[in-house]
């Protein structure tokens, strides 16, 4: 199989590593393309400038776009998702009746529920904020484009190096809010890659799912959890106005779609993905208990 990775970072250097190993020619293409995993092709491409796109390997049978924004501000979103899509598949539209699948990254940001409830791929997702309402952009322009295309709606990715949260502790910079719970979702970096390639595999895959593991939790418990591995003291509570916008987020998004389709999670839950990452923060960073 031939596979072109579109915005070949984090998540996509992983599937990069997993396709490799299992017989796949990868392209990995992004501005700077070194440091991609051994047996990848570095692909040195902007994906918003159509003459840097003129020499993509022929004959694909896989593109995984997976570029992100780099940047918070609209021009930013606008140019990772809705830009750099058009212009990507524009450069593959002589491929369009061979490749056998297109997957899209997106995220799920585009529903703006903050009530708790759940959330599943027939709830409606009508952003209210410029960078959900990119993202549907860029969904719509990948189903309307004629290519067989997958869309995985990722929830916060964490993984091995991202250590955020984990910092957010130990500087003593994380909060809780008062008020009922404040339902987060996450997925590990090595699940996005295992779902993506799941979905390569599928025959008749539908056109979107959810990407997230089975435990959406209040995220409170997964601060107290994470100070608690490090014997460092819980994160104060605020009152709800003073929550930053992390505690604001509250909906429980569903991957019993994923799972129905056959993919078994490497990380079902956060204490099983944080285990692994508190043990190499450890390795990296030791602060002794208090
Ligand atoms: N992080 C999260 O919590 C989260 C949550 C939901 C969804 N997602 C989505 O999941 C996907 C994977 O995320 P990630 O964490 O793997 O992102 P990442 O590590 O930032 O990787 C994205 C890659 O895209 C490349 N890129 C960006 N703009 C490009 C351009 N114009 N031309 C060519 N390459 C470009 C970047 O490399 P260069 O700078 O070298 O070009 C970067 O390596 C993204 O689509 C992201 O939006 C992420």
């Not at 047996?39 to 993509?56: C, I, N, V």
């Not at 992100?68 to 809705?82: I, L, Q």
Request: some cysteine; glycine content about 8%.
């Amino acid at each position: 199989m031939r596979t072109l990775i579109a915005g070949c970072g984090y998540v996509g250097s992983a599937l990069a590593q997993e396709l490799v190993l299992s017989g796949h020619t990868v392209w990995g293409l992004r501005r700077d393309p070194a440091g991609l995993p051994a047996g990848s092709r570095p692909l040195a491409a902007d994906l918003t400038q159509a003459e840097t796109l003129r020499s993509l390997p022929s004959d694909l049978d896989f593109v995984i776009y997976a570029a992100s924004a780099g940047g918070r501000r609209e021009e930013n979103y606008r140019a990772a998702y809705v830009d750099g899509l058009r212009c990507l598949l524009t450069a593959l539209a002589p491929q369009r009746s061979s490749i056998r699948r297109v997957l899209f990254t997106s995220s799920t940001s585009v529903y703006p529920q903050d009530d708790g409830s759940w959330i599943d791929e027939e709830t409606p997702a009508t952003p209210t904020h410029f960078t959900g309402a990119l993202l549907r952009q860029a969904e719509d322009l990948l189903w309307d484009s004629g290519f067989s295309a997958v869309v995985l709606r990722l929830a916060g990715i964490y993984g091995p190096g991202r250590f955020r949260l984990i910092e957010q502790i130990t500087k003593a910079e994380a909060r809780c809010s008062e008020g009922p719970p404040r339902y987060s979702n996450r997925i590990h970096r090595d699940d996005c890659a295992g779902a993506l390639h799941h979905l390569m595999q599928l025959p008749h895959p539908k056109p979107l799912y959810l990407g997230v593991d089975d435990a959406p939790v209040d995220i409170c418990e997964v601060q107290r959890w994470i100070a608690t591995q490090l014997g460092q003291p819980l994160p104060p509570t605020v009152s709800e106005e003073q929550a930053p916008p992390i505690l604001r987020a509250n909906k429980r998004c569903s991957n019993a779609l994923l799972r129905k389709s056959g993919y078994s999670l490497r990380y079902p839950s956060y204490q099983d993905g944080y285990s692994a990452i508190l043990d190499e923060w450890r390795r990296i960073s030791p602060v002794p208990p208090l």
